[in-house]
């Protein structure tokens, strides 16, 4: 159990997500999600310089990865500290926050900026090259729906899980039992949007974006 590590009350926000293929579709997700963390930092009158790592957790490939751990680092504000990338599916952010705590308690350093980004819509279409197939015909990877669709390992679309995992339930969960969990999660949402949106508020940061004049 960690002793030492801790995420400060309010030292973190979370940005409402964006619809598939709706307004944020072309923007870059690190671009946009720096642009968006300074802008928190601002408002908390926190210097990035007090940072001495970062970690970015990021599932989806884009244009400047090989770079977009240091990259995301200077563009909060903190050119001079070393980050790390992290991809690892749906466990992203919860490795990346698990991985700055580790630090901290082996003292690698003392303060870290978590920074959790993707963007699913307009994915890269990737060309592996394949010398020995035939004619060297390549071989096309659609980042997000291949994946989304089949585990390597697994064999199996990811979607399958919650199948699955309802089957190893003793006694199966019921229709009524999931009706139960929907109408609870949209009472909770119903709460959340009480007085103007008040809880939502407590934790909740707008993205900006250009808005293209086409």
């Keep these: 159990m960690y002793t030492k590590s801790f995420i400060p009350y309010g030292g973190y926000y979370s940005s409402p997500f964006a619809r598939w ?36 957790g990021k599932t989806v490939t884009q244009r400047h990865t090989f770079y977009c751990a240091q990259w995301a680092a200077a563009l909060i504000g903190n050119p001079d500290i070393s980050a790390l990338y992290i991809s690892q599916a749906c466990t992203t952010s919860v490795t990346a926050i698990n991985q700055a705590a580790l630090g901290i308690e082996c003292g690698l350093y003392s303060n870290v900026y978590c920074l959790m980004t993707d963007r699913v819509s307009n994915g890269p279409h990737i ?5 020995l197939g035939q004619g060297g015909q390549v071989v096309v990877e659609n980042w997000v729906l291949d994946n989304f669709n089949f585990d390597p390992w697994g064999q199996k679309p990811m979607i399958e899980t919650a199948e699955n995992v309802a089957r190893l339930i003793k006694g199966g969960v019921t229709k009524e039992y999931c009706d139960e969990v929907t109408l609870r999660r949209y009472e909770q949402y119903a709460d959340a949007l009480a007085n103007d949106r008040a809880f939502q508020k407590r934790y909740m940061f707008p993205v ?3 808005k293209s004049k086409k």
Excluded at 25 to 49: C, I, S
Aim: hydrophobic letters at 40%; aromatic letters at 14%; charged letters at 25%.
């Design 127 to 131: 060309i592996w090259p394949n010398p």
């Design 21 to 56: 293929q709706g307004s944020l579709q072309n923007d870059h997700p690190v671009e946009l999600a720096a642009a968006t963390a300074k802008r928190w930092l601002g408002t908390k009158n926190f210097d990035p310089k007090m940072f001495d790592y970062l970690i970015l």
């Design 208 to 210: 900006e974006y250009k």
